[in-house]
T-cell receptor, first 117, second 109 residues
Framework: GAVVSQHPSWVICKSGTSVKIECRSL??????MFWYRQFPKQSLMLMAT?????????EQGVEKDKFLINHASLTLSTLTVTSAHPEDSSFYIC?????????????FGPGTRLTVT | GQNIDQPTEMTATEGAIVQINCTYQ??????LFWYQQHAGEAPTFLSY????GLEEKGRFSSFLSRSKGYSYLLLKELQMKDSASYLC??????????FGAGTTVTVRA
């Protein structure tokens, strides 16, 4: 299957600082990418949908000014957690959709573990 | 929105078979996915069903009944490496994936 990379795989930052996470589709073009958050022992919760060349659409309850998403090209989306707080500590996973004629496939990146101290 | 239910935990013996059920209630349906997730890692794709019936892929099979809002993932010839969380996810009318809480499968020797 296709490969999605994320960088960094883990990051520790101080409260109040900003952190940028990159998501790349390595061998296919993704017009749509998704950002999920997963707390321990919970399932993935969709935060936002990132569309190349347009503004991201955020799920209810997700602050768009806090979680900035940029989808600058067909292979790169970035999530910036601004003014991070300890409650933002979580596992952030991006996903990229590959569109075939009759079906979709959605591939996940390896995740970024964010710890805010 | 989507309401997706699956059991929290299951335990089985190496070499055995385990069936993980998933029921869903949706406002739209464009397919059902099963993913495997090991602790601390991202989910990996296992199967996709959009039509009723059984899809077989090696030791793993997935079944879908759209009229019943029901799917199951069947794991055969269980191996220790199959110990993981298994996520049922529905692709809604908005083409976004909604995930169940996951079923943690523990394989014992």
């Amino acid at each position: 299957g296709a490969v999605v990379s994320q960088h960094p795989s883990w990051v520790i930052c101080k409260s109040g600082t900003s952190v940028k996470i990159e998501c790349r589709s390595l061998d296919f073009q993704a017009t749509t990418m998704f950002w999920y958050r997963q707390f321990p022992k919970q399932s993935l919760m969709l935060m936002a949908t990132s569309n190349e060349g347009s503004k991201a659409t955020y799920e209810q309850g997700v602050e768009k000014d806090k979680f900035l998403i940029n989808h600058a090209s067909l292979t790169l989306s970035t999530l910036t957690v601004t003014s991070a707080h300890p409650e933002d500590s979580s596992f952030y996973i991006c996903s990229a959709r590959e569109v075939h004629r009759d079906y979709y496939e959605q591939y996940f990146g390896p995740g970024t573990r964010l710890t805010v101290t | 929105g989507q309401n997706i239910d699956q059991p929290t935990e299951m335990t089985a013996t190496e070499g055995a078979i385990v069936q993980i059920n998933c029921t869903y209630q949706t406002s739209g349906f464009n397919g059902l996915f099963w993913y495997q997730q090991h602790a601390g890692e991202a989910p990996t794709f296992l199967s996709y069903n959009v039509l009723d019936g059984l899809e077989e892929k090696g030791r793993f099979s997935s079944f879908l009944s759209r009229s019943k809002g029901y799917s199951y993932l069947l794991l055969k010839e269980l191996q220790m490496k199959d110990s993981a969380s298994y996520l049922c996810a529905v692709l809604g009318s908005d083409y976004k994936l909604s995930f169940g809480a996951g079923t943690t499968v523990t394989v014992r020797a």
